[in-house]
């Protein structure tokens, strides 16, 4: 997983279970709708998706990384010290 | 690229969300869950409720203490001798629960009378949130073998005050929180 599953779950439990009674305090479902138990449960599912998916941020491996700064790894340098 | 990307995972969040949002609507379904009695409630504000109030419209009765206005009668011949007869008008909550707002005969008895009228004062707490969605309030009653239960959806007026606002900040925060689990881990 490349995002942050932990954060998701705790997240998303947190962000459905506040979801469900702002929605009926602005009127939009009533108390009883079933939507109050299961929007915590969706923002888990949500949040770990949103982690194994991980859309946001830059792609970094230490390869990448290395070769896009320039640097020479130490591999390179016991070959240039072997010349 | 990456930001076709994000561009997507905003279109899932809100697409939940909508979607979520979408589904709401409450199926139609008949106001008289088991029939065998008429009654209607009259609020201060002039709203009545009667059994053949649809379940979907939602009325706005007061959000301070009230006295309702109440008529009630079971389809029944009037009785010879005093039987026992039992009831409760309960709020629907989440999860198959509910919170009995009043209940009778209180106290325990008997009638021989198949009907009943008068006035019911309630009080609303402080903490209960105004304006709000609708509340499936049912009243129920047992008399003979025959069992009566109507149900009602109403709503308190008024604005929802600060509880509203505070659910929207954590809906927020917590939603930035689902965006921040979507952001990649650093290796090194």
């Known amino acids: ?83 | 690229m990456f930001r076709r990307k994000r561009l997507a995972a905003f279109g899932v969040l809100g697409g939940t969300v909508t979607l979520m949002v979408a589904s709401l609507a409450a199926p139609a379904s008949a106001e008289v869950i088991q029939s065998g009695c008429s009654g209607s409630a009259t609020f201060s504000n002039g709203v009545t409720v009667t059994e053949s109030t649809p379940l979907s419209e939602v009325f706005e009765v007061p959000d301070k203490d009230d006295n309702v206005m109440y008529t009630g009668m079971i389809n029944l011949p009037p009785a010879d001798e005093p039987e026992p007869f039992s009831g409760d008008v309960s709020v629907r909550l989440p999860l198959g629960q509910s919170w009995v707002a009043a209940n009778w005969p209180v106290p325990p008895g008997e009638t021989e009378s198949v009907s009943d009228s008068g006035t019911y004062s309630y009080e609303v707490p402080g903490f209960v949130p105004r304006g709000t969605g609708g509340l499936e309030v049912t009243a129920f009653h047992q008399q003979r073998g025959v069992t009566c239960e109507v149900a009602v959806s109403l709503a308190l007026a008024g604005s929802p005050g600060p509880a509203a606002l505070v659910g929207t900040a954590g809906t927020i925060v917590f939603g930035l929180g689902v965006g921040a689990a979507g952001s990649r881990r650093r290796f090194t």
């Open chain 1, 1 to 83: 997983m490349k995002g942050r599953p932990i954060l998701g779950i705790i997240s998303g439990f947190m962000f459905g279970l506040f979801l469900g009674p702002t929605l009926f305090m602005w009127g939009v479902i009533p108390l009883h709708s079933e939507l109050m138990w299961i929007l915590p449960l969706l923002g888990i599912v949500l949040g770990l998706v949103m982690a194994w998916w991980a859309p946001f941020g830059r792609k970094t491996s230490t390869a990448s990384a290395e070769a896009m700064s320039g640097q020479s790894t130490p591999a390179d340098n016991d070959q240039a010290d072997n010349a």
